[in-house]
Nanobody, 127 residues
Framework: QVQFVESGGGLVQPGGSLRLSCVAS??????????IAWFRQAPGKEREGISC????????SYAESVKGRFTISRDNAKNTVYLQLNSLKPEDTAVYFC??????????????????WGQGTQVTVSS
């Protein structure tokens, strides 16, 4: 069974940056075959898919709300996916989750397409 653990969240001022990490593990697991996405959920709001990176070819997708500010990347040798958050705004405040799907060609921001989830890391943007 694959597990995902997020880290890197915290309190940052508007305009600041953070880098989130999502480390995957499991018996016989290889990140090579997993598409990974990042989601976020703010209090009182629905979970929002914000970025995805496919296993095959490393194709990426971003929600309009973060395009140009966030960058997703992966290091399969370290079983880790990163999300670089730049030019942060107060409305980026949320719990950020990573999720995986054992579908190498998938590129999706829809939560129903992902079967394994981390516990989340809190990002707070405030002055």
């Amino acid at each position: 069974q694959v597990q995902f653990v997020e880290s890197g969240g915290g309190l940052v001022q508007p305009g600041g940056s953070l880098r989130l990490s999502c480390v995957a593990s499991g018996f016989g697991f290889s990140l090579d075959y997993y598409t990974i996405a990042w989601f976020r959920q703010a209090p009182g709001k629905e979970r929002e898919g914000i970025s995805c990176i496919s296993a095959s070819d490393g194709w990426t997708s971003y929600a309009e709300s973060v395009k140009g500010r966030f960058t997703i990347s992966r290091d399969n040798a370290k079983n880790t996916v990163y999300l670089q958050l730049n030019s942060l705004k107060p409305e980026d405040t949320a719990v950020y989750f990573c999720a995986g799907a054992s579908h190498p060609e998938l590129l999706s921001l829809n939560a129903v397409d992902f079967h394994s989830w981390g516990q989340g890391t809190q990002v707070t943007v405030s002055s």
